[in-house]
């Protein structure tokens, strides 16, 4: 096994599985508006350390998805983040795209955009201890959408991207995000999705990347989050795991869900359905952020005061999320043992 997978398969051991706390700059300043804190980057800082100092957490959490900010900043007694998580024998990652911005000539799609300088910014971000990278692109669904269009051209700078990641010894997290925003069903989601994961493969095999050094970050497939009748766990589990089982290889060590707009119960139950219905030819895990961060965010506050109590509920959803990564997630466990 070459040491890119290992480290993506260290990245899905058992019942670990990902904090994505790669906020750009805007999307923090979004979490801190909900919470009336004001995102400075001494707030930034100390509500991350909050995040990367919670003792117990590491038995859960295998990595960490950075910014750019965050891979610079350290802990308040000095010690470089990245160097703070790997003493817990958690592994640093890094988000390395620039954004999704509006894709020329298309009716509201968009592509996103970083390759320009990338191979340099690896280097760099490698030598401050990264070991994994993450690039997200984005589709929406409805009549016409996603294009063919926008989904080859997303899935051609993913596996550019990808390329240059195993070039620079880094891991890339394959994230291509079907939103699901609107009213689709769940069969549209997982037309959607599997076009998109059809087109992503291709690339990144004409791209010579090699599976087995990579992961997958994907969208569950659901129903539209304002769609009448929405589908059920059980449902969401097997249209996931019908799609993924057609379109994603064998080789791929895991598939490392995003939990876009679920709640954070719901992520973690629908996780829990699909692993329950196990074996599955990769592993099925979590690289959440509101997922796992939204009751800490609420908790915390702003406040130093309250720190610890947002590391209990950060600790709170990570356990669960262990727990789900094997099938052995049940709500009771929601109420047991939080205080
Ligand atoms: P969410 O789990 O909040 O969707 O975030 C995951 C992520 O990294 C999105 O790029």
């Not at 980057?41 to 910014?67: H, K, M, P, Q, W």
């Not at 996780?271 to 965010?297: D, I, K, T, V």
């Amino acid at each position: 096994m070459n040491s890119l997978e290992e480290t993506a398969r260290a990245l899905v051991a058992e019942g670990k599985g990902i904090l994505a706390a790669d906020e750009s700059d805007g999307t923090i300043k979004k979490r801190f508006d909900s919470i009336g804190v004001e995102s400075t980057e001494e707030n930034r800082r100390a509500y991350r350390e909050l995040l990367f100092a919670t003792s117990g957490a590491e038995d859960y959490i295998s990595g960490v998805i950075l910014f750019d900010e965050t891979i610079r900043q350290s802990a308040e007694d000095g010690t470089p983040f990245p160097k703070l998580l790997e003493s817990k024998g958690i592994i640093p990652g890094i988000k390395v795209d620039k954004g999704a911005k509006p894709l020329a000539l298309s009716d509201g799609e968009t592509i996103t955009e970083g390759l320009d300088g990338l191979r340099a910014r690896l280097d760099e971000y490698r030598e401050l201890g990264a070991r994994f990278a993450k690039w997200r692109a984005t589709y929406s669904i409805d009549a016409d959408k996603p294009s063919e269009y926008c989904v080859w051209t997303n899935a051609h700078a993913l596996a550019r991207y990808a390329a240059l990641c195993q070039e620079a010894g880094l891991v890339p997290i394959v994230e291509p995000e079907v939103l699901q925003d609107g009213t689709h069903t769940l069969e549209q989601s997982s037309k959607a999705t599997g076009r998109v994961l059809q087109a992503v493969y291709t690339e990144l095999h004409d791209q010579r990347v090699d599976y087995r050094g990579t992961l997958l970050k994907p969208n569950m497939v659901l129903s539209g989050y304002d769609a009448a009748d929405r589908a059920g766990a059980e449902e969401v589990a097997g249209a996931t795991l019908e799609c993924f089982n057609k379109h994603v290889p064998a080789a791929v060590p895991g598939i490392v869900f995003l939990s876009g707009g679920q709640s954070d119960e719901d992520a973690t139950a629908h996780l829990n359905a699909m692993n329950a219905l196990g074996p599955h030819p990769w592993e099925l895990s979590f690289s959440y952020g509101r997922a796992l961060q939204a009751p800490a965010l609420k908790a915390w506050g702003g406040k130093p005061e309250n720190v610890e109590a947002a590391q209990r509920a950060y600790y709170h959803r990570a356990k669960m999320n262990g727990a789900a990564r094997t099938g052995m997630y049940a709500p009771e466990m929601e109420t047991a043992g939080v205080a």
